[in-house]
């Protein structure tokens, strides 16, 4: 399997890491928010980052419109672009992209989730415990991942 231009950045990067008392999801985190970007994964990811973080909004938004344009294929920069908007509160802009990647990957459990969370930020709380209800049917650790990020919800 083929490793993202990032995720190699990443390995090289990790000793940089070692010893500091730094957890290494922190500071995977704050590599990702300095590498160079040069590929639209990197992007997406940066966007991502930026997005549970909720730091630099703007630029994260613009890390995933230009992943969006060099690979549109890609359902990645989707799910990034709706994890920033959802941090937005720009929740119908965050379900639409969110459905898009839960139609590109249906099983996608992070993907449902987010929705459901700006599903119930737009007032939907019924379709929105939905979503959290299907997500958690397909990882029961998905809500793990969201309960550690305060999305301001």
């Known amino acids: ?4 231009a ?9 000793p940089l890491c070692l010893g ?17 970007v040069t590929m639209s994964g990197t992007r997406a990811e940066r966007c991502l980052v930026r997005g549970m973080l909720g730091k630099d909004l703007d630029a994260a938004l ?8 060099e690979a549109s294929s890609n359902y990645e920069f989707l799910y990034s672009r709706g994890i920033v908007q959802l941090r937005r509160k720009e929740y119908v802009k965050a379900i ?3 459905s898009d990647t839960i139609e590109r990957q249906p099983r996608f459990a992070r993907a449902i989730y987010a929705r ?3 599903k119930m930020g737009h007032g939907d709380r019924t379709g929105g415990e939905a979503d959290l209800q299907a997500a958690l049917a397909i990882d029961p650790r998905v809500a793990r991942v969201f309960r550690d990020v305060d999305l301001g919800l």
Do not use: E, H, Q
């Open 96 to 98: 639409a992209d969110l």
């Open 6 to 14: 990032a995720r190699l950045g990443l390995l090289a990067m990790a």
């Open 20 to 36: 500091t008392g730094v957890a290494w999801a922190d500071c995977k985190m704050s590599i990702l928010l300095v590498m160079p």
């Open 116 to 118: 459901g969370l700006a």
């Open 62 to 69: 613009a890390d995933c419109n230009s992943a969006k344009r």
């Open 1 to 4: 399997m083929l490793m993202s």
